[in-house]
């Protein structure tokens, strides 16, 4: 017996995603039957008077219809809450840790954080040759399902399973991909997306996000020094920056706030009504005849034109009218070397009160990559470097500064050390903001076994297994919890009550295969039930850390599943001996075996009797035989009020 996922994910195509993307924004142009009509929609382009392109290019590389496959997949992970760390010291907390593969997580959020998220920054692998990278994932179907799948021919089928185990560029754009596709649906429709990269995958980086994002939202694209010492490179050239993209998910909505302009030089000596002003430049560089004038100082007499070759930046019109309303001000007194009048530009007539960013990031050695590694070493890690090029935890609050506000929800979903987390926590620590992070870190181990079963550290994680690290996404928590902790030293009078300096943490797993067996093994007809499936997924079961019950992973990745937040209240319902789950009056959840006639008898009697109110019944379909489930089915129809009953496998 497959999962429900497992049924979905054999039924997408290389543009499901697309497709459903398509069906949530415009709807009208699908038949009951989940057809595309073509006709229609073509016949509204043309009364939209909407220009179609004859010709055009894209990115094409081998792996592409795949990794468009992989952005219309479902999860087929479970996600496991770290009851140790989200019961303990991540109990208040509303900041988010995920360790796992994070296309996998990227698909859970969106059924959970589809348009919510304000901010995403990411720092990928940059597919240099020595940073590691490979393509991770291996193609579990076989070669004849591929060729059906995308028909492909066997040449076609080799190319494809060519770029596993391989850092070449269709491996990076494919690994890139779906990822990029999926944070793209997470977006609020103020947000902003950026990326770090330097010049190995620039310019294919560039072209995928025109295609994901549409070149219509490139906001622009910032230079960042990252060394201030020479590199000792055989061609004579050395590389000292690296690139920082930043899209919008619309680019109508979104903004970038760069630094506050400085108001010092606006007074108010006169006490103008309309506040604090500045004395404005009244002359411009181009115009016209009724912009060149002469202007006459009632008081003295004598006359003002523009400088040589300018013309007045205001017509006599706009000057007749600003003298009635006092903005613009005759001098009674001045030198003949001075002009005879001043304008107000008052401080609310700024289009912003911050400057635009700026694209260059050159200068400070602050936003430098050895900025990061010493910050690292000497403030949060007791003198160890773990990490071989972090990123300034300067720049990263720089740009969160820039492109959010101060309850903006915050994604990296290529964790690292966790600079993004750190910077947040920072940035709160400084305005008072709320701004809250999810961390995405693949736990990446530190070392690897020897046949013999002894573990030897890896290239780069002698320092940290040494240190008793033995994955990344270890560090990367312990990092958060000891910047939070200086941040606090820092703050000490100034940090607000509420400064939220944890995260509650989930794993997200495949089913270990015992579990999947059982799965396969399952008849919903057989009137007993021999094995108990819910255990399966606890995380003693599942072999990870976290004290999580089977039930309490179930639950997590089916809250998600439905559209709830991770922060959702949770209210626990007794029916005699077995514990439910209620969210919000809307959704019960019965997930453990043990749901008897006598259950069900009392689930009638509340929801006819409205001491419960429900629009939805769940089911763990594995806890239930076929005449417990028959019952419960027949009982919720004959309801006046209507109860759903959802069953999932």
């Known amino acids: 017996m497959q999962t429900d996922n497992e049924k979905y994910n054999e039924t997408v195509q290389s543009n499901t995603a697309f497709l459903n993307e398509l069906k949530d924004k415009l709807p009208e142009f699908f038949t009951k039957e989940g057809s595309f009509d073509l006709e229609k929609f073509k016949n509204e382009l043309k009364q939209k008077n909407v220009n179609e392109l004859s010709e055009g290019y894209q990115l094409d590389f081998i792996g592409k219809d795949y990794a468009r496959r992989q952005a219309g997949e479902v999860p087929s992970t479970v996600i496991v809450p770290d009851e140790k760390q989200n019961k303990g010291e991540g109990k208040n907390s509303k900041n988010l840790f995920f360790t796992g593969d994070n296309l996998e997580v990227l698909r859970h959020l969106q059924n959970n954080y589809q348009n919510k998220i304000d901010v995403i920054y990411i720092d990928p692998p940059y597919n240099t040759g020595s940073d590691g990278f490979v393509y991770p994932d291996s193609f579990e179907y076989s070669d004849e399902k591929l060729k059906d799948m995308f028909g492909l021919d066997d040449d076609q089928v080799a190319r494809l399973k060519s770029i596993q185990g391989r850092s070449s560029h269709s491996s990076w754009l494919t690994f890139m991909y779906p990822r990029l596709f999926l944070a793209k649906r997470l977006l609020s429709k103020k947000g902003i997306f950026l990326v770090s990269i330097d010049e190995n995958e620039d310019t294919n980086l560039k072209e995928l996000l025109d295609e994901i994002f549409g070149e219509a939202n490139f906001i622009g694209q910032i230079i960042r020094k990252t060394r201030s010492t020479a590199n000792d490179s055989s061609s004579g050239f050395n590389q000292q920056h ?35 002003w500045s004395t404005d430049n009244p002359s411009a560089r181009s115009g016209s005849e009724s912009t060149f004038f002469e202007i006459k100082n009632p008081y003295t007499g004598l006359i003002d034109l523009p400088p040589k070759g300018r013309y007045w930046a205001f017509s006599k019109s706009t000057m007749e009218n600003w003298i009635q309303n006092g903005k613009f001000v005759f001098k009674k007194q001045y030198s003949e070397s001075q ?10 007539e700024l289009k912003s009160t911050h400057k635009q960013v700026d694209s260059l990031f050159a200068t400070d050695n602050i936003f430098m990559n050895q900025a990061a590694t010493k910050y690292l070493r000497d403030k949060i890690f007791d003198g160890r470097d773990f990490f071989s090029s972090p990123k300034p935890v300067s720049l990263i609050k720089k740009i969160i500064q820039y492109s959010s506000h101060a309850d903006s929800l915050v994604l990296d979903f290529f964790a690292g050390s966790s600079t993004t987390a750190d910077a947040v926590m920072q940035l709160n620590a400084e305005d008072g903001g709320h701004r809250k992070f999810i961390m995405v870190q693949l736990p990446e181990k530190t070392y690897h076994t020897n046949s013999d079963g002894s573990e030897v550290p890896t290239k780069g994680g002698k320092a940290a297994y040494e240190a008793g690290f033995r994955s990344i996404d270890e560090i990367s928590r312990e990092r958060i919890r000891r ?46 039930l021999f094995t108990n499936m819910v255990d399966g997924f606890s995380s003693k079961s599942l072999g990870i850390d976290g004290d999580a019950t089977g039930e309490e992973t179930i639950l997590t990745t089916w809250l998600a599943k439905d559209g709830y937040s991770f922060n959702t209240n949770v209210q626990d319902l007794k029916f005699g001996n077995y514990m439910a789950h209620q969210v919000e009056n809307n959704r019960l959840y019965l997930i453990n075996e043990g749901w008897g006639a006598d259950q069900t008898r009392e ?10 109110n429900v629009q939805s019944v769940v089911i763990f379909g594995y806890s239930f035989n076929v005449a417990e489930l028959r019952e419960l089915e027949n009982g919720l129809k004959q309801l006046d009020s209507k109860v759903t009953l959802i069953k999932r496998y």
């Open 242 to 276: 690296e690139s920082l993209y930043v899209y919008a998910q619309n680019i109508q909505s979104a903004e970038l706030k760069g630094e506050k302009k400085s108001l010092e030089g606006y007074k108010n000596p006169d006490n103008d009504p309309r506040g604090p």
């Open 603 to 612: 689930l009638l009697n509340q929801l006819g009797t409205h001491q419960l």
């Open 483 to 528: 910047a939070a902790k200086k941040i606090r030293q820092d703050n000490e009078l100034t940090l607000p009550e509420d400064f939220d300096g944890s995260f509650k943490h989930y794993r997200v797993v495949k089913p270990v295969k015992q579990t999947l067996e059982e799965i396969d093994d399952f008849d919903p007809n057989n009137t007993n």
């Open 339 to 348: 002009r005879g009048f001043f304008i107000k530009k008052y401080a609310s």
